[in-house]
């Protein structure tokens, strides 16, 4: 498949993608897009028709937190709740909205949603990102229905072993967090995308489902 990389601050990063994707013989799009502007998410789909008039897959990644502990109500303040729900909740839902059209047009169209643990057993980085998380499963669950025969499901990651988690963790910490689950290590973000290409192109009958990668973390 060819591939549209969309990113709000990482452009090194996003950069390294599109010349992955290169390399593998596809054609690449870079777009700019914070999700959380709903004009901006339908400019960003509008170009993406005009440049390849289709759409088969749609990977809802992009999401945001912020580290507050969640004993700690009062810093969980009304700034913080807005921009993880609107970037995490409202972004996926307008992105997924603005590619409906193109994705009624393909033989096999998926939409994976990139979800947590989090919204499962609602532990993790802050409160609000928990609720968040649980927002996209039953957002997943809601439009796998009003959708179809568009596939939409989930992928629910535990820890998984990236640069941004030993932005804030060290590999002692790492370690102690995984440790006593029955599989004892993070996630690689090969596994996630293993799992993500399983929903968008190898299943043709799953559908509002989520598929939890976490060693055994939500047992």
Known sequence: MDVVVNYSRSEAEARETVALVEAAGARALLIACDISDDNAVQAMLARIESEFGRLDVLVNN??????????????????KWDRILAVNVKGTFFVTRAATPMLRRSDNAAVVNVSSTAGLIGTGSSIAYCASKGAVNTMTKSLARVLAPIRVNAVCPGPIDTRWLHSFMTDEQIETMVAKLPIPKAATAEDIADSVFYLACVTTVTTGQFVTVDGGMTL
């Open 62 to 79: 992009a999401a945001c937190t912020h580290f507050v502990e969640h004993r700690n109500l009062e810093a969980m303040t009304e700034d």
